[in-house]
C-alpha cells in the first residue's frame, strides 16, 4: 500500500508565476489536507478536503491561494502570483474516514516551494 | 495564538539514556494528541498517539504520557537510540472525523553514540 505521494518534490518559481502541488492520498482515504512549514517553524493548518468538497480552509490565506480534490485523480494546491513569503515547504495528510474515532493523519514527503 | 506548545527547541541525550519530550496545550477542546517524528527534507512521520480518556499509551521503547489537569503532555523513549535523532512534533486534534491538527514548534532530539 503505497503511502502519501506529493508531486513535484521540489518547486522553483520566480516571482508573480503560479505554483501547482499534487497530492495524492494513500489508498482508501478520503480526507485530504494541507499543512505549510515555514523554516524553523511548525507545521500550519491550511486547508482539510474530502472528494469535491472544501469541508475547512479556515487556514487559507484568503488571496491567491486555491485548494481542490476532484473526483478523480489527485488534490491540488494552486498559488497564484507567488511572492518571496510562499517559500515554504507544503505537506499533504491524509486519513481514512471513521465516525467513531479520530484518525491518525499520515504524511507525504513535502513539496519544498523555492520563489525567487 | 499558539495552542500547542514545546518549549524546549533542542534536547541531547547520550545512547540508551532517556529521552523526554515535552509539549504543552492551552485549548481545552483538544482531546486527541499525537507525536510525530521527521527527518530533513522528509514528512513527518507518525509514532504514538494517545486519546483524552487515558494517560498513559506505549508502544515498544515509545511512551506518550497525558496529564489532562496541567494540559500537558510527554513522550518518553527508552533506550535512545542514535537513529532516533530527528526533530520531534506534537500535534493536538479534536476527537471527530476530519479535523485539522494543530502542532507544536518542534524539539530537536539529538541522541549522541
Known amino acids: 500500500n503505497a503511502g502519501v505521494m506529493q508531486n513535484p518534490r521540489h518547486l522553483v518559481r520566480r516571482r508573480g508565476q503560479e505554483a501547482r502541488l499534487r497530492c495524492s492520498p494513500m489508498?482508501?482515504?478520503?480526507?485530504v489536507y494541507w499543512y505549510r512549514q515555514l523554516p524553523e517553524e511548525g507545521l500550519k493548518f491550511m486547508v482539510y478536503l474530502q472528494k469535491e468538497n472544501i469541508i475547512d480552509e479556515s487556514g487559507m490565506p484568503k488571496e491567491r491561494f486555491s485548494a481542490e480534490f476532484p473526483k478523480e485523480g489527485p488534490s491540488i494546491l494552486r498559488i497564484q502570483q507567488v511572492v518571496r513569503g510562499d517559500s515554504a515547504a507544503y505537506f499533504c495528510?491524509?486519513?481514512?474516514?471513521?465516525?467513531?474515532?479520530?484518525?491518525?493523519?499520515?504524511f507525504g514527503p513535502g513539496t519544498r516551494l523555492t520563489v525567487l | 495564538d499558539q495552542q500547542v506548545k514545546q518549549n524546549s527547541p533542542s534536547l541531547s541525550v547520550q545512547e540508551g539514556r532517556i529521552s523526554i519530550l515535552n509539549c504543552d496545550y492551552t485549548n481545552s477542546m483538544f482531546d486527541y494528541f499525537l507525536w510525530y517524528k521527521k527527518y530533513p527534507a522528509e514528512g513527518p512521520t507518525f509514532l504514538i498517539s494517545?486519546?483524552?480518556?487515558?494517560d498513559k499509551n506505549e508502544d515498544g521503547r515509545f511512551t506518550v504520557f497525558l496529564n489532562k489537569s496541567a494540559k500537558h503532555l510527554s513522550l518518553h523513549i527508552v533506550p535512545s537510540q542514535p537513529g532516533d535523532s530527528a526533530v520531534y512534533f506534537c500535534?493536538?486534534?479534536?476527537?471527530?472525523?476530519?479535523?485539522?491538527?494543530?502542532f507544536g514548534g518542534g524539539t530537536r532530539l539529538m541522541v549522541k553514540p
Open positions: 500535534a493536538a486534534g479534536v476527537n471527530n472525523a476530519g479535523n485539522m491538527l494543530t
Open positions: 495528510a491524509s486519513s481514512p474516514y471513521s465516525v467513531w474515532s479520530a484518525d491518525t493523519q499520515y
Open positions: 489508498k482508501g482515504h478520503s480526507h
Open positions: 494517545i486519546s483524552s480518556i487515558k
